[in-house]
């Protein structure tokens, strides 16, 4: 079944400048809600107990929105946009009034997944709703609006939780999100309006069961290896080969389904595949620089905490300034050649960490993380229009879906490869704790980075020639 929508109708009728602001709104929750539960953990752990599984409240929730966004972003190309964001908001609400009442560490645990299925689907529908609504040439500057939110969040996240934890006062973390839900929610209900030609779906619900438990064995294994459990155990080999024998049959059931979870057809266009590929090595890159770095600068150069987030921050600044600014640049010589400039720099700044590793100085750190931030913003945005450019209001939500889920795929890999590397090596030293074991542990984390931008790089260069885009088409 195909469904169509009156783009005319939507960019009409829809008040574009309200609803693009419900958007930021809403992607400043999901943003923030990365990172301000961090530096409140231990006042969490204080109240709640139960300290050995508070890494959970983050795996889960990462977990919970990677696995859900393929099923969203599918259900948003045959009911529509809109309703997915809504029931998106609304779990993400119901999951912060839960947390916020949580009684236990489990019974947190639990409630973060909600919120976690509430962030799988606001975040890829907002960056589709932008593509339905605004142009080619459009996004270029609203690109750049969505990129800064993410920037600002980095730094008032930890801020504000650090602030509620001060205070004693960590559930309004979650209670803050209630009247922002509901600002958002309210925003879309009355300003976003779009026309959809209803059709009776057939609802692809073993598919739908089986890629969430395939992709949750696979995530969990690469979340928790060597972390919760150690790579070669029982848990890891039934998140594993469960978890992969599970995506074989979806495969299989796929085929043929009536209306498919994924439309495996979409993964074997070169531009879809290539600027997938891109997305996860910037999820893999993203998530290495951010994790580690602290790490390095506090062991090996003794920074304080404020300085070394600081210091890692400037990867954030880096991001939006180029996502404003590349717009210009992909409407003059393509998105392809615009990718390879930004993966270029980006590749080059992951070298210069390898570079400066055995200076742990935080000033130094920060300048190649603003470049490699550059490079990253200079990069994501681009492939991810181009990617919406080649497809139809019918797709889009699908290629917007696939590329928010490759860079959640290339976080879980990410830190999993290089916390490998980084845990091995501190093992091995004479001093583990020594600045000078986590400098050589830190160099050689650097050089997976470096080697995944390497790769990145490579899926840049194998995208398909393209030309001029049309800064008017939809």
Same mark, same amino acid.
């Given at each position: 079944?195909?469904?169509?929508?009156?783009?005319?109708?939507?960019?009409?009728?829809?008040?574009?400048?309200?609803?693009?602001?419900?958007?930021?709104?809403?992607?400043?929750?999901?943003?923030?809600?990365?990172?301000?539960?961090?530096?409140?953990?231990?006042?969490?752990?204080?109240?709640?107990?139960? %300290?050995?599984?508070?890494?959970?409240?983050?795996?889960?929730?990462?977990?919970?929105?990677?696995?859900?966004?393929?099923?969203?972003?599918? #259900?948003?190309?045959?009911?529509?946009?809109?309703?997915?964001?809504?029931?998106?908001?609304?779990?993400?609400?119901?999951?912060?009034?839960?947390?916020?009442?949580?009684?236990? $560490?489990?019974?947190?645990?639990? #409630?973060?997944?909600?919120?976690?299925?509430?962030?799988?689907?606001?975040?890829?529908?907002?960056?589709?709703?932008?593509?339905?609504? %605004?142009?080619?040439?459009?996004?270029?500057?609203?690109?750049?609006? $969505?990129?800064?939110?993410?920037?600002?969040?980095?730094?008032?996240?930890?801020?504000?939780?650090?602030?509620?934890?001060?205070?004693?006062?960590?559930?309004?973390?979650?209670?803050?999100?209630?009247?922002?839900?509901?600002?958002?929610?309210? $925003?879309?209900?009355?300003?976003?309006?779009?026309?959809?030609?209803?059709?009776?779906?057939?609802?692809?619900?073993?598919?739908?069961?089986?890629?969430?438990?395939?992709?949750?064995?696979?995530?969990?294994?690469?979340?928790?290896?060597?972390?919760?459990?150690?790579?070669?155990?029982?848990?890891?080999?039934?998140?594993?080969?469960?978890?992969?024998?599970?995506?074989?049959? #979806?495969?299989?059931? @796929?085929?043929?389904?009536?209306?498919?979870?994924?439309?495996?057809?979409?993964?074997?266009?070169?531009?879809?595949?290539?600027?997938?590929?891109?997305?996860?090595?910037?999820?893999?890159?993203?998530?290495?620089?951010?994790?580690?770095?602290?790490?390095?600068? @506090?062991?090996?150069?003794?920074?304080?905490?404020?300085?070394?987030?600081?210091?890692?921050?400037?990867?954030?600044?880096?991001?939006?300034?180029?996502?404003?600014?590349?717009?210009?640049? %992909?409407?003059?010589?393509?998105?392809?050649?615009?990718?390879?400039?930004?993966?270029?720099?980006?590749?080059?700044?992951?070298?210069?960490?390898?570079?400066?590793?055995?200076?742990?100085?935080?000033?130094?750190?920060?300048?190649?993380? #603003?470049?490699?931030?550059?490079?990253?913003?200079?990069?994501?945005?681009?492939?991810?229009?181009?990617?919406?450019?080649?497809?139809?209001?019918? @797709?889009?939500?699908?290629?917007?879906?696939?590329?928010?889920?490759?860079?959640?795929?290339?976080?879980?890999?990410?830190?999993?490869?290089?916390?490998?590397?980084?845990?091995?090596?501190?093992?091995?030293?004479?001093?583990?704790?020594?600045?000078?074991?986590?400098?050589?542990?830190?160099?050689?984390?650097?050089?997976?980075?470096?080697?995944?931008?390497?790769?990145?790089?490579?899926?840049?260069?194998? $995208?398909?020639?393209?030309?001029?885009?049309?800064?008017?088409?939809?």
């Amino acid at each position: 079944m195909t469904v169509s929508v009156d783009r005319a109708s939507v960019g009409l009728r829809s008040e574009r400048g309200p609803v693009l602001g419900a958007l930021m709104l809403a992607t400043g929750l999901i943003a923030i809600d990365t990172t301000i539960l961090a530096t409140a953990v231990p006042t969490v752990v204080r109240d709640l107990g139960d %300290y050995q599984l508070f890494p959970w409240l983050f795996s889960v929730y990462l977990l919970a929105q990677a696995v859900s966004v393929p099923i969203y972003s599918r #259900f948003a190309d045959t009911v529509g946009r809109k309703p997915i964001i809504l029931i998106g908001i609304g779990l993400f609400l119901a999951g912060s009034v839960l947390c916020g009442f949580a009684w236990s $560490m489990v019974t947190l645990i639990l #409630f973060r997944v909600v919120q976690g299925l509430g962030a799988g689907a606001v975040g890829p529908m907002a960056m589709t709703i932008v593509g339905d609504i %605004y142009t080619v040439g459009e996004r270029a500057k609203v690109q750049g609006y $969505m990129a800064s939110v993410w920037a600002i969040s980095s730094v008032v996240g930890p801020s504000l939780g650090g602030i509620f934890a001060q205070l004693d006062a960590w559930r309004w973390i979650f209670f803050i999100n209630v009247p922002l839900c509901l600002l958002a929610g309210w $925003m879309l209900v009355t300003r976003y309006h779009e026309q959809v030609e209803r059709h009776r779906h057939r609802i692809d619900y073993l598919g739908a069961v089986l890629l969430t438990l395939g992709l949750t064995g696979i995530i969990l294994g690469l979340l928790e290896g060597d972390s919760a459990w150690a790579w070669l155990s029982w848990q890891s080999a039934i998140c594993f080969i469960g978890g992969g024998l599970l995506l074989v049959v #979806f495969a299989f059931v @796929e085929k043929r389904a009536a209306e498919p979870i994924i439309d495996f057809a979409l993964i074997t266009r070169r531009l879809i595949l290539t600027c997938t590929a891109v997305a996860f090595g910037v999820g893999a890159l993203t998530v290495g620089v951010t994790t580690f770095g602290p790490a390095y600068l @506090e062991g090996a150069g003794g920074a304080i905490p404020l300085v070394s987030g600081l210091a890692v921050a400037a990867l954030s600044m880096g991001w939006p300034l180029a996502a404003s600014l590349v717009g210009r640049l %992909y409407l003059r010589i393509g998105f392809r050649r615009t990718v390879l400039i930004g993966m270029s720099i980006t590749t080059v700044a992951a070298a210069g960490l390898v570079l400066i590793a055995p200076w742990p100085n935080p000033l130094l750190f920060a300048v190649v993380a #603003f470049v490699l931030g550059f490079g990253l913003g200079w990069t994501a945005a681009p492939t991810l229009i181009g990617a919406q450019a080649a497809v139809g209001w019918g @797709e889009r939500a699908a290629v917007t879906g696939m590329n928010g889920f490759a860079r959640s795929a290339g976080s879980a890999v990410g830190v999993a490869v290089l916390g490998a590397i980084s845990n091995s090596l501190l093992d091995a030293g004479e001093g583990a704790g020594d600045a000078a074991t986590v400098v050589w542990a830190s160099t050689w984390v650097f050089v997976g980075a470096a080697v995944f931008a390497a790769l990145t790089l490579l899926a840049a260069v194998l $995208m398909p020639r393209d030309g001029v885009p049309d800064p008017d088409a939809v």
